[in-house]
């Protein structure tokens, strides 16, 4: 059951797989078409909870809790198979469950577990949702629309481009808002477009204080590079996992068959842009990081001209997708305009019923 409040009409759960004990959030009706929920990173099943109550009728929303997230079981996180533990731990969910066919929303590194799900089953995938999504190339270490590799190592990118006060307030279970890096702070700043604070921002902050720490799991190990800022990716823990080096998603052009893509997103996202303000090469080219070699050199990721590089392929092979903009929110607009949020979601999710 879930150690955090759920709201009325959501039941809490943990279901044993062939893989993990996974906690899941449910509503709707047990026969109802299937709409998975993945969460994105330091959060949990429940940022999702507003959005599975107003699901339209007929619908019925599963919402689990990633490995290393919330009440799941807490297994270790191979960077090197970029995300894809976590997709064979929904595929033993969803088979445990007995579903073959479901809609498909992820949001954030969720979108980048969405996304390969989709590469490994699509004939199982009604449509697909992608909110404020990491780039088809993953987080950090590549440039250009086709994310090239910055350098062979996966430089600079991965669990040493975290800030480290983060990290130790989220293992120290920091609630407040006194340390400009605490959890409630980079939730207000990041997460959501200031000066929006949820109605259950308690919650969803107690959610990120769930996310499991250290190298196994938040953010993973570091491996040393000749490159700067002379550290890479690992080969452990989930940021590295969705790094250059080891996630690529852009194997989604040549699925057969092609669900419809909704890519939604919010207008003022500073966690996934073509300037982001947690990728390292942005931070050097602002001058935050000492030692910076240049934009000429690692110039920072163009996350959305490659998220949309990938989609137009996909269009090219026989796919549709679409693109909207969330105006006046940030990385979460599913929490931030739940109203307009739903409008456009719930067109998506009748066309493909």
Known sequence: MSTLPTLPGITSSMIQTDRLNTHVLRCGPERGTAVLFIHGNVSSATYWEE?????????????????????????????????????????????????????????????????????????????????????P????????????????????????????????????????????????????????KPPFIPTREDVLVDSMLATRIGEDFYPGNVAPSPHWPTVGPGDKGVVNAFSRKHFDASAIVHITPKPPILWIRGSDDLIVSDNAMFD?????????VPGYPGVDECPPQPMLAQTRAVLEQYAAHDGRYRE???????????????????AIFHVHLAGDR
Not at 280 to 288: E, H, K, P, Q
């Open 280 to 288: 390292i090469a942005a931070l050097g080219a602002m001058g935050f």
């Open 137 to 192: 190339y993953g987080y950090s270490g590549s440039k250009g629309a086709e994310g090239t590799p910055i350098y062979g190592d996966g430089a600079p990118a991965g669990a040493g481009g975290v800030n480290p006060e983060f990290v130790k307030l989220l293992s120290q279970k920091e609630r407040g808002l006194e340390n400009p890096m605490s959890p409630r702070n980079v939730f207000r700043q990041f997460y959501v």
């Open 324 to 342: 909207v903009i969330i105006g006046d929110t940030g990385h979460s607009p599913y929490l931030e305009q739940p109203v307009k949020f739903n």
């Open 51 to 135: 959005i599975m109550l107003t699901l339209p009728d007929g619908f019925q929303a599963i919402a689990p809790d990633l490995r290393g997230y919330g009440d799941t079981e807490a297994k270790p996180i191979d960077a090197t198979l970029g995300l894809d533990d976590m997709v064979a731990d929904l595929q033993a969910l969803l088979a445990t469950l007995n579903l073959r066919q479901y809609h498909l929303i992820g949001h954030s590194m969720g979108g980048g577990v969405a996304m390969k799900l989709t590469i490994a089953h699509p004939s199982h995938v009604l449509s697909l949702t992608l909110v404020d999504p990491v780039s």
